[in-house]
């Protein structure tokens, strides 16, 4: 099925600091979410995107689809240390409506 | 509502010892999955179910059965342990709608260690 390549594996930053995480497929999505984990939790759902070019907001995260539907990124502007965690994209595949795939994720740490 | 319940938190085998995780959700949703987290390689999808009756291969299927005689348990069958297995394993599901994809309501998890 398809595969989306997330970058970074790993990000640290400096509280206060913008984060940015990046998720890539080389075929077209037909819709993007994105889930967040926190360490020791489970993956929790924060948004999806399904037009091209979509930008959608939550106070400070930031999450855009691409104009191609092959790529999208989720962005912190200032981060805290409630940031802390893993942030997954993820796209329905296999022609199916609900089997989810996940990327790798990004794990977040941010130095207070 | 008390969501997606999986049971139990922890659990450590023995290689060849079978044993079945459990899941059970109250929202009514027709979709159920288990999924597995390895360090590195994200969550990757086992078997799913769209309904009663109903299950099918996610991407690492081999070593474990499902079976969705309920909509709302979906219980994982672990044959004979393996250490290759030790892993994190979640269950979530979502409802069904045509021509959307609902989000994922994801358990707390169950850590399974295999010696």
């Known amino acids: 099925g398809q595969q989306v390549m997330q970058i970074p594996q790993y990000q640290h930053v400096q509280e206060g600091e913008d984060f940015t995480t990046y998720c890539n497929s080389s075929?077209?999505?037909?819709?993007i979410q994105w889930y967040k984990q926190r360490p020791g939790g489970h993956p929790v759902f924060l948004i999806q995107?399904?037009?091209?070019?979509e930008v959608k907001k939550q106070k400070r995260l930031t999450f855009q689809f691409g104009e191609a539907k092959k790529n999208s990124s989720l962005h912190i502007t200032a981060t805290q240390t409630t940031d802390v965690g893993t942030y997954f994209c993820?796209?329905?595949?296999?022609?199916?409506?609900?089997?989810?795939?996940f990327g790798k994720g990004t794990l977040l740490t941010v130095n207070p | 509502n008390a969501g997606v319940t999986q049971t139990p938190k922890f659990q450590v085998l023995k290689t060849g010892q079978s044993m079945t995780l459990q899941c059970a959700q109250d929202?009514?949703?027709?979709?159920m999955s288990w999924y597995r987290q390895d360090p590195g390689m994200g969550l990757r999808l086992i078997h799913y179910?769209?309904?009663?009756?109903?299950?099918d291969q996610g991407e690492v299927p081999n070593g474990y059965n499902v079976s969705r005689s309920t909509t709302e348990d979906f219980p994982l069958r672990l044959l004979s342990a393996a250490p290759s297995q030790t892993s994190v394993y979640f269950c979530?599901?979502?409802?069904?709608?045509?021509?959307?994809?609902?989000?994922?309501?994801f358990g707390n998890g169950t850590r399974l260690t295999v010696t």
């Open positions: 979530a599901s979502s409802r069904t709608q045509q021509g959307i994809s609902p989000p994922l309501h």
């Open positions: 075929t077209t999505l037909s819709n």
């Open positions: 995107l399904v037009k091209s070019g």
């Open positions: 993820a796209h329905r595949s296999g022609g199916s409506n609900y089997k989810l795939t």
């Open positions: 929202m009514n949703h027709e979709y």
């Open positions: 179910s769209v309904g009663a009756g109903i299950t």
